[in-house]
């Protein structure tokens, strides 16, 4: 159970770690960015939103891709063979429970969905927050 722990835990920070780098550059990227005198005010915003959904996305996809890295490394992962599938459905905490891991790294799944639902917030957060402040700066919303 300790190894489970100390397994999940340094994943999760990476994970966290990245999530984080990858904040630190939205907003810097949002902070540089013109945005003051923009014709099209809308379609910009539709834009910035675009970008920092697909930023957001393309991160998910590298945090699920490193837990399905340390499952195989590890050899938690399914026989299947199906581990990026695998780190998904329990990132996502999707669990169809069509795939189980190695019964000595079950309690990974859960601390990889936990880790999924803290940076899934996250994103949530970010990306409304880039909302407001590209509105802010495109003059859609008051101060």
């Known amino acids: 159970m300790m190894a489970n722990i100390a ?13 984080a780098l990858v904040s630190v550059a939205l907003v810097h990227w949002l ?8 014709r099209h ?4 915003l539709a834009v910035v939103m675009g970008a920092t959904g697909g930023l957001l996305t393309l991160t998910h996809m590298a945090e699920v891709a490193l837990w399905a890295l340390v499952y195989v490394l590890i050899g938690a992962a399914p026989a299947s063979g199906n581990d990026f599938y695998f780190a998904f459905i329990n990132y996502t905490t999707l669990g169809y429970g069509d795939l189980l891991p190695d019964e000595g790294w079950r309690l990974l799944g859960p601390m990889a969905a936990a880790n999924g639902v803290l940076l899934f917030g996250w994103s949530t957060a970010l990306i409304f927050g880039a909302l407001q402040r590209a509105a802010r700066r495109l003059g859609l919303e008051k101060a």
């Open 41 to 44: 005010r809308r379609l910009t």
């Open 7 to 19: 397994v999940g835990l340094l994943v999760s920070m990476i994970n966290v770690g990245l999530h």
């Open 31 to 38: 902070d540089r960015l013109g945005l003051g005198h923009r």
